[in-house]
């Protein structure tokens, strides 16, 4: 799959969270952290985001979250971002889950 094509299989995602549930987020997440990573391994909520799992870098982890927030019609602000530690994939579907106010 290209770029272009990941892009518009992300754009059928931007249901906006008011109709996603919390598998819909999970999916989603999952989704667009492993394309940015450009791996294809299994992944579950305990597989590390950079070395020994994804191998994101810093850039590669935020392009990540920016295109979950545009996904979702959300925003994390400066205060979640560091207020939370991002090791693994459940990490971040937790976070982004809370800010769209799915549990």
């Keep these: 799959m290209d770029v272009q094509e990941k892009k518009?299989?992300?754009n059928q995602d931007k249901r906006g969270s008011c109709e996603m549930n919390a598998d819909d987020i999970k999916q989603l997440t999952v989704r667009v952290l492993v394309e940015e990573a450009d791996v294809d391994?299994?992944?579950d909520s305990e597989t590390l985001l950079a070395d020994g799992g994804l191998g994101l870098t810093s850039l590669s982890f935020m392009?990540?979250?920016v295109e979950l927030e545009d996904a979702l019609g959300i925003e994390l602000d400066d205060a979640?971002?560091?207020a939370n530690e991002f090791r693994?994939?459940?990490?971040?579907i937790t976070v982004i889950a809370r800010s769209a106010r799915i549990s």
């Design 88 to 92: 693994t994939v459940g990490d971040v």
């Design 63 to 65: 392009r990540a979250i």
């Design 8 to 10: 518009s299989a992300r």
């Design 41 to 43: 391994i299994l992944v």
């Design 80 to 82: 979640v971002m560091m």
